[in-house]
Each structure stands twice: as C-alpha cells, then as structure tokens.
C-alpha cells in the first residue's frame, strides 16, 4: 500500500476492483495526504491507495476531482459518487461515519477543544516549512511550545489519552519531519529535549504506533524526494522498486 507507483498525465484509469472499498487518491510525500492514511489505517477502515504525480496530474482525476487535490477519499458506495477533499473534513467524516475505534472526543466540548489546537497547529506547519526552506527555526519551537505544555497538562502518554487520539495523528507528519529538518539543518538544529520532555516521550510512543509504522518514512528519503524536486524532476517513485 506504501510504495504504488504514482500515475501521471496520459495514464489510463487505474483498475480498481468494483468492490465498494474506499479509494483514497493519495501522493507518498505529501504530509496532509498522511494524516488520511493515518486515520484509516489506525481505524482499520479498508481503502484502496491511487498514488498520483502532483507534476503530471493523469486526465482522469479532474473527472472525478476537478479541483485535482490530493487527499481525496471517493465514496464508492455512496450515489455518484462522490469525492471529500481537505485532510481534516475527511479525518473527521471517517470519524463520524466509522464509530469503531473512535478518535475524536465524543463529548461536545472537549471535540472542539481539540478541533481549536488541530486548528491552531495550522500556524506551527507554517513555521515548519519556512524553517524547512532555510529560515527562521525558533518560530517553530515556539509554536511546539504550546503543545509541550498541553501534553505535560493532561499528564497521558497520547493526547488522545492511553491511546492515540486524531490531535496526535494531525499533528504527527510533521513531528515525524523533525529528523528531516535535522538533516536539512545540520548544525544549526537545536531541538531541545529539556524544553520538550514530554513531546520527546511522545515522539518516541508515537514511532512505535502501528499506524505510524505503516507510513513511516525515512527522513534521508524524504529529503531525496526534494532534492529531486528542487531540481525540477520530482521523483515520485523512489520507493518504487523499479522505478
């Protein structure tokens, strides 16, 4: 499921079985794409994963999604049928519309509270890539901040409790990132476990998550993926083995 070949522009319809599982059109390096991935595979929904080439989008995806977005989760089942787009309204539909394993709070208040910290956690992404592109990195600690104090508040092992919640799967591609901005860095990464010991527990919870395992990528592959990108050939199938 990790490591299909992404489709490109003049490829045909991907064969899919007509078997009423979930489609999830997907790209392998994109972190909002993960965060659909997580949900699912923490929720043990079955899906089918169409990887696609963001450079060279194949004709066929504007039918189904002309806005030509990944993530994108097509409802087979549902009349249509119809395709959700945006990371966060598909992890929650799946939430609402598979009640087993539940990862949002049920409990009304507490669902919006942590809706609000996925939602200001928006303002953190943001430093990240711009610490990722060469600048400032303490913006980013700064925003990891608040998420240290809210771990270290609840006194769990997750945020979502004994177990992990849909604030540490949001949140997650880009923490598990954190060994990627390392390398791009290099001595100029100043991640401080005495400033973050909870989070720095929780990283080390949150590899071992079997969720987590299933995407988890290296961070040398990752930067490959953006030199090849930097480049202007962005090679999507570097964990295709032939490719």
Partial sequence: MSSGRHLAKGSPTPDVPEDGILRLYSMRFCPFAQRVHLVLDA????????????????????EKNPQGKVPALELVREPGPPVLTESLLICEYLDEQYPLRPLYPRDPLKKVQEKLLIERFNAV????????????????????????????????????GEQTGIL???????????????????????????RFPQLSLWLERMKRDVAVMAFYMEAEVQAEFLRTRSAGKPNYNLLVKDA
């Avoid at 079955?46 to 504007?62: T, V």
């Avoid at 990627?180 to 990464?189: A, M, P, S, T, V």
């Fill in 168 to 194: 540490d799967y949001m949140i997650w591609p880009w923490c598990e990132r954190l060994e990627l901005l390392k390398l791009q860095r290099g001595e100029d990464y100043n991640f401080d476990e005495t």
């Fill in 125 to 160: 992404l943001g430093a990240f890539f711009k610490a990722s592109d060469g600048g400032e990195i303490e913006p980013f600690w700064n925003g990891l901040d608040v998420y240290e104090r809210e771990l270290s508040r609840r006194d769990t092992a997750f945020f979502g």
């Fill in 43 to 62: 929720k043990q929904i079955p899906y089918h994963s169409i990887y696609i080439n963001l450079s060279e989008k194949p004709e066929w995806l504007f």
